[in-house]
């Protein structure tokens, strides 16, 4: 069993940056492919990044590709989405997932957090 908890969302303007963090609780945390998941009012949930539990391979959407950069530090049972050059699309919940270590990246997940919400004005 596998708990997550995300934080570091908020109001940001357009351009601004913001780094979101996802802490994991449980013994095998190393072992899971980790991602990170975002959905808008009135969207379905979509991929945003992915990173396999080696934290060598990570993966993207294209919408965010060049501007986002997923990493693990798996000593601290932590994942971060380092976001960058954030734009009004960006606004969003966004979603930590865990799940198993060779699963394609954008899912099934098995376990998921409960969500920051992150606002980009315009």
């Known amino acids: 069993q596998v708990q997550l908890v995300e934080s570091g969302g908020g109001l940001v303007q357009a351009g601004d940056s913001l780094r979101l963090s996802c802490a994991a609780s449980?013994?095998?945390?190393?072992?899971?492919?980790m991602g990170w998941f975002r959905q808008a009012p009135g969207k379905e949930r979509e991929f945003v990044a992915a990173?396999?539990?080696?934290?060598?391979?990570?993966a993207y959407a294209d919408s965010v590709k060049g501007r986002f950069t997923i990493s693990r530090d798996n000593a601290k049972n932590t994942i971060y989405l380092q976001m960058n050059s954030l734009k009004f699309d960006d606004t969003a919940v966004y979603y930590c997932?865990?799940?198993?270590?060779?699963?394609?990246?954008?899912?099934?997940?098995?376990?998921w957090g409960q969500g920051t919400q992150v606002t980009v004005s315009s």
């Open positions: 997932a865990a799940g198993p270590p060779y699963i394609d990246y954008k899912g099934p997940y098995d376990y």
């Open positions: 449980g013994r095998r945390f190393s072992s899971y492919a």
């Open positions: 990173v396999r539990w080696t934290g060598s391979s990570m």
